[in-house]
């Protein structure tokens, strides 16, 4: 099973680690695990485009993430926020790799920035493989938008709240081959957050499937998610 977006690694067979990491170096990237390089919206300040670049150069099978645009600490996205995240897509698209996205309060936004295209380099060549919108809680919407930038969804503990009814709607009108599940584990909830062992098999309830078939399709769309970067193909 792969846990499609963490902070730290907990046991599942793969993890895509997404920066800030919590948890010693030595205990990221096992084998199968894969790693996304990038500056979250609420730590701007760590961000430097020069050492991004050097670490994607050097590591051909790490990703870009989790990186994007957040309005659940402040109410505005200031244009540097979105300065940061435009430079991060524009390195994803020049190394093609897939990125995670992170867009709390702002998905139509995120979508928009992703979408109106400012942030291609001037000549073209590169391009985004895929993107992965982890945290994602709005309604169905921007599924087809989500769909033709290649995006997948990971849905995540709250699915296993009985009072969230709408996320439960969301969670059904994935597109079958659009789905994955995750922790989003930190150091700080690693205690509380359920394994997403627990997460596909509540998914696979809502979608009157067993928890065999719905682990297949969700394995499927890791790989394909993942693309270039898995390395057991
Ligand atoms: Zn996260």
Same mark, same amino acid.
């Given at each position: 099973?792969?846990? %499609? ?6 046991g599942?067979?793969?993890h895509?680690?997404?920066e @800030? $990491? ?6 990221? +990237? ?16 760590? /961000? ?8 994607? &150069? ?8 989790? *990186?994007?645009?957040?309005? !659940? ?11 940061? /995240?435009? &430079? ?6 020049? $190394? ?7 867009? +709390?309060?702002?998905?139509?936004d995120?979508?928009?920035t ?16 895929? /993107? !992965? =919108?982890?945290? /994602? ?17 990971? *849905?995540? @503990? ?5 009072? +969230? #009814? ?8 994935? @597109? ?10 930190? %150091? ?11 997460? &596909?098999?509540?998914? +696979?309830? !809502? ?9 297949? #399709?969700?394995?499927?769309? %890791?790989?394909? =998610? ?8």
């Amino acid at each position: 099973m792969t846990d %499609a977006h963490c902070h730290l690694v907990r046991g599942e067979t793969r993890h895509l680690l997404c920066e @800030p $990491f919590v948890g010693e170096a030595s205990r990221l +990237a096992a084998e199968r695990d894969v790693v996304f390089y990038g500056t979250h919206p609420w730590y701007l300040d760590g /961000f430097d485009a020069d050492a991004l670049r050097a670490r994607l &150069a050097a590591n051909p099978q790490a990703g870009v993430g989790e *990186i994007g645009l957040d309005r !659940l600490k402040e109410r505005n996205i200031s244009p540097r926020m979105r300065e940061i /995240f435009e &430079a991060q897509l524009r390195l994803a698209a020049e $190394f093609r790799r897939p990125v995670v996205l992170h867009g +709390a309060k702002c998905w139509g936004d995120v979508v928009k920035t992703i979408e109106n295209g400012k942030w291609r380099m001037e000549n073209e060549g590169g391009r985004i493989p895929a /993107f !992965l =919108f982890h945290g /994602f809680s709005r309604s169905g919407g921007l599924l087809p938008d989500i769909v033709k930038l290649n995006g997948y969804v990971s *849905i995540g @503990p709250a699915i296993l709240n009985d009072h +969230a #009814v709408n996320y439960r709607e969301l969670a059904k009108a994935i @597109p079958e081959d659009r789905l994955l599940v995750e922790s989003d584990a930190t %150091a700080e909830n690693d205690a509380e957050v359920p394994s997403v062992r627990d997460i &596909a098999a509540k998914l +696979a309830e !809502l979608r009157g499937l067993t928890a065999e078939a719905l682990e297949k #399709v969700l394995e499927r769309n %890791a790989e394909a =998610f993942l693309g270039v970067l898995n390395k057991h193909e």
